[in-house]
């Protein structure tokens, strides 16, 4: 009995130090060496998961791909996950992604990549 509330104590302690460090959010570099913020505006239900969580400052204004990206540079590592891809048959605008490419949506502006060396093709701004 001695032992199992010593676990859970020492579970409990860790826990409670842990966590501050787990929730501080990561600050990135960008090429220009200015450091952006992220921005977690409310829960509202109105606006796409996506863009409730990854909303960037940059420069005191928002991040907008389709003016402060080029085709050809690399895509930022926070935007290679899943969350962000976009199903082209949903949009018009959109042409097929070929072989290793993949629509993707930041901010509102569609972005068309290659997954492999997840570099910029092509930009849309909406």
Same mark, same amino acid.
């Given at each position: ?10 579970a ?6 842990a966590?501050?460090?787990?929730a501080?959010?990561?600050t ?8 952006a913020?992220?921005v977690h ?11 409730q ?6 420069q ?14 690399a895509l930022?590592?926070?935007y %290679?996950?899943?969350?962000? $891809? *976009?199903? =082209?048959?949903r949009? /018009?605008?959109?042409?097929k ?11 509102g502006? %569609?972005?068309?990549?290659? $997954? *492999?060396? =997840?570099?910029?093709? /092509?930009m849309?701004?909406?």
């Amino acid at each position: 009995m001695k032992k199992l509330v010593q676990a859970g104590l020492f579970a409990l302690t860790t826990a409670v130090v842990a966590a501050p460090a787990i929730a501080a959010p990561a600050t990135h570099a960008h090429d220009n060496n200015s450091h952006a913020q992220n921005v977690h505006p409310g829960n509202t239900y109105g606006q796409q998961h996506s863009e409730q969580r990854h909303r960037e400052v940059v420069q005191d204004r928002v991040l907008k791909p389709s003016r402060d990206w080029k085709a050809g540079q690399a895509l930022p590592s926070r935007y %290679y996950g899943k969350g962000y $891809t *976009v199903d =082209h048959k949903r949009y /018009k605008h959109l042409s097929k992604p070929g072989k290793n490419q993949r629509w993707i949506r930041v901010n509102g502006d %569609y972005i068309l990549i290659n $997954t *492999v060396n =997840h570099s910029i093709l /092509k930009m849309i701004a909406d």
